[in-house]
């Protein structure tokens, strides 16, 4: 079976860093990758809302700061 990532998106594509695909994907977990994502595409412009990502995600907010606190170390979030 052959896959391809087809065109007809509903809306427009975001950028991810390369780094995170050659150096971190392997290395992630699965909340980790939800959070970047979301990260990414959410909050260029505006505070990280971990309360926010814990509901969406169905997930404690204490699991979201472990998330962020990963990116966080390898430089993608920046953490005050």
Known sequence: MNFK???DFKTPPFSV???IVDSHLKLAGALQ???ILY???H???SEI???LMAELFSVSEE???DALMFW????FIECE
């Open 72 to 75: 966080a170390e390898l430089g």
């Open 5 to 7: 990532v087809s065109k």
């Open 63 to 65: 699991d979201i700061n």
């Open 43 to 45: 909050t260029y412009d």
């Open 17 to 19: 860093p390369s780094e």
């Open 39 to 41: 990260c990414l595409r």
């Open 33 to 35: 990758l939800r959070v």
């Open 49 to 51: 809302n971990p309360p």
